[in-house]
């Protein structure tokens, strides 16, 4: 016959499960982040490439650097946010 849990496993249960859900929801925000800055900023790449192409000013290939930046960092801070949802589900 099952017995209910000690206050203390369920208490534990509880935070595991707590944690698990707030870890899903950081990936998930991570997630539409870096989908958002990467539009972001492969929209902001094909204006500055369109720019450049039309111009021959090369102020606009630091805008492609910068956008290509940004891109990279979103890159970076979901990665960081994916190994630490991931040390906090094992």
Do not use: C
């Amino acid at each position: 016959m099952n017995k209910p849990a000690s206050p203390i496993e369920s208490a534990k249960n509880n935070a595991t499960q707590s944690i698990a859900h707030s870890s899903a929801m950081a990936l998930s925000d991570a997630t539409d982040n870096l989908r958002n800055l990467s539009s972001i900023g492969t929209t902001a790449i094909g204006v500055a490439l369109s720019q450049f192409i039309e111009t021959g000013d090369s102020k606009y290939l630091d805008g492609i650097d910068k956008a290509g930046e940004v891109v990279t960092q979103a890159i970076n801070n979901f990665s960081e946010i994916g190994t630490k949802v991931k040390e906090n589900i094992e």
